[in-house]
């Protein structure tokens, strides 16, 4: 079991709070995970990333990072090893070009079975096989996803890749995938999923918790804030409306001001690229 933390913000936002300063940041979290831990923040159109398969909560790297980064879209991800090796190459995020993707779960009898590892790998397309560099489920659930994205859009790297297009993969890459656990392995999954390319977010969640947050009780920064718009800002706004921000969290990182709502089973939340909300069941 790992821990997911995503955000897309239309104003460029530093990530130090949810990381490390507030009660439930991520580097607290990763007391109980700590198997490694990873950062993809965009500058501009493109992904950095830092990994690590050291613990956050040791790490002066994790700190540094997240003491300087600021950003309008960023994943995270804090690692509790359930496959494959503690190593580099097997912590989230993983990247391919603008796109980086998190997971939290496991692939049903993946571990166990030379046989569910070879089905799953045949569900990606032969382009992508070759940037398979780890020995998690969680990689090549990636890349299940990329494969039947580069199958329904003329180009995976495009900004204005479609929500709807990209949900709609996620599910079925977790329908795809949960199939194979299911016949190979005899196995349920646990597929829990974040993606973004730097404009798109989207989570999904089938088997872990995942929670999202779209506005705050009050907002510390209302009175400076350029961008403040209160019927956004700290006010629910349904489905198919603007929002100015979207967390996605495997656990709430701080009570006050964020309002949290749970992802229903087997439902991707996320946002396109003008930041509009996307709830699909």
């Known amino acids: 079991?790992?821990?997911?933390?995503?955000?897309?913000?239309?104003?460029?936002?530093?990530?130090?709070?949810?990381?490390?300063?507030?009660?439930?940041?991520?580097?607290?979290?990763?007391?109980?995970?700590?198997d490694g831990w990873g950062v993809a923040y965009y500058v501009h159109a493109y992904p950095?990333?830092?990994?690590?398969?050291?613990?956050?909560?040791?790490?002066?790297?994790f700190r540094e990072v997240s003491g300087v980064v600021a950003t309008y879209t960023l994943l995270a991800h804090i690692r509790r090893a359930t496959v494959g090796d503690?190593?580099?190459l097997n912590c989230h995020p993983f990247q391919f070009a603008n796109w980086v993707f998190a997971h939290n779960g496991e692939v049903g009898g993946f571990a166990e079975s030379a046989d569910v590892r070879a089905a799953l790998r045949d569900e990606v397309d032969e382009r992508f096989r070759p940037y398979i560099l780890g020995t998690t489920d969680s990689e090549i659930c990636f890349y299940v996803f990329l494969?039947?994205?580069?199958?329904?859009?003329?180009g995976i790297h495009s900004r204005g890749v479609d929500i709807g297009v990209a949900s709609d993969c996620m599910?079925?890459?977790?329908?795809r995938i949960?199939?194979?656990?299911?016949?190979?392995?005899?196995?349920?999954?646990?597929?829990?999923f974040i993606a973004t390319n730097g404009n798109l977010m989207v989570g999904y969640r089938e088997g872990r918790e995942l929670f999202?947050?779209?506005?705050?009780?009050?907002?510390?920064?209302?009175?400076?804030?350029?961008?403040?718009?209160a019927e956004r800002c700290e006010t629910e706004v349904p489905q198919g409306k603007l929002v100015k921000h979207l967390v996605l969290a495997s656990e709430h990182i701080a009570e006050n001001p964020n309002v949290w709502r749970p992802v229903g089973e087997a439902t991707a939340v996320g946002v396109d690229w003008g930041m509009r909300l996307f709830v699909g069941g």
Request: with cysteine; proline share 2%.
């Open 86 to 88: 503690v190593t580099l």
């Open 178 to 192: 949960r199939a194979v656990g299911q016949r190979v392995g005899g196995k349920p999954s646990v597929l829990t």
């Open 1 to 34: 079991m790992c821990r997911l933390f995503g955000f897309r913000s239309s104003v460029e936002s530093h990530v130090h709070q949810s990381l490390v300063a507030a009660e439930n940041a991520l580097i607290r979290q990763s007391e109980k995970h700590p």
């Open 48 to 61: 950095h990333l830092f990994r690590s398969a050291e613990r956050a909560m040791g790490s002066g790297l």
């Open 171 to 175: 599910r079925t890459a977790a329908d």
């Open 212 to 229: 999202f947050s779209t506005y705050k009780t009050r907002c510390s920064e209302r009175d400076t804030c350029s961008a403040f718009d």
């Open 147 to 154: 494969s039947l994205l580069g199958r329904r859009v003329d």
